[in-house]
Antibody, heavy 117, light 111 residues
């Protein structure tokens, strides 16, 4: 069974750094992109970009380029989403999800990030 | 504001059928066949119900069906059951900007 398990909720202050994780199991981790998506309260999902675990190639949506960083550790089949300096506007639910082709298929349960002074 | 437009809520009684629409543009829904639908129960991971407009992954009930006309995709749930009560959202590959765009989600209430 394919499973993506995300790290827990985080409470941070503006300017702090953060890394959240997404652990994949039940499939060949190298064969599927890991996408990251953001959802703010009352709004739809936004695709942030993806990382290809096999070679760590990344593609960022223009709206997120330069503000977040994707990485993977293939040895523990885990993908990461990282911020070096959080803003209040980064407060949202973040999802990881795999894509095997032109569709996003398996999702994590989401990780809530709350940035407040 | 979401890239794709869905009704905020729909409702139906057990056994009935409902349809949820997802309206985009000629750059996304109208541009390709890579339209998907997902079911999302609170505090759980979203689940893929429909891909490529009308295909069901293995294990998804045939009570769920999808279609598309021009810039609007639709999800139909027939024979409504209590466990169908959830949020449903659509997505589409896009030819401009982000690779995927999403609807704002529709809350289904089973009366």
């Amino acid at each position: 069974e394919v499973q993506l398990v995300q790290s827990g909720a985080e409470v941070k202050k503006p300017g702090e750094s953060l890394r959240i994780s997404c652990y994949g199991s039940g499939y060949n981790f190298n064969n599927f992109w890991v996408n990251w998506l953001r959802q703010k309260p009352g709004t739809g999902l936004e695709w942030m970009g993806y990382i290809n675990p096999s070679d760590s190639y990344t593609k960022y949506s223009p709206s997120f380029q330069g503000h977040v960083t994707f990485s993977v550790d293939k040895s523990i089949t885990t993908a990461y989403l990282q911020w070096s300096s959080l803003k209040v506007s980064d407060s949202a639910m973040y999802y990881c999800a795999t894509s095997s082709g032109a569709e996003i298929d398996y999702w994590g349960q989401g990780a809530l990030v709350n940035v407040s002074s | 504001q979401s890239a794709l437009t869905q009704p905020a809520s729909v409702s139906g009684s057990p056994g009935q059928s409902i349809t949820i629409s997802c309206t985009g543009t000629s750059s996304d829904v109208g541009h390709n066949s890579h339209v998907s639908w997902y079911q999302h129960h609170p505090d759980k991971a979203p689940k893929l119900l429909i891909y490529e407009v009308s295909n069901r992954p293995s294990g998804v009930s045939n009570r769920f069906s999808g279609s598309k006309s021009a810039n609007t995709a639709s999800l139909t749930i027939s024979g409504l059951q209590a466990e169908d009560e959830a949020d449903y959202f659509c997505s589409s590959r896009s030819s401009s900007g982000p690779l995927w765009v999403f609807g704002g989600g529709t809350k289904l209430t089973v009366l």
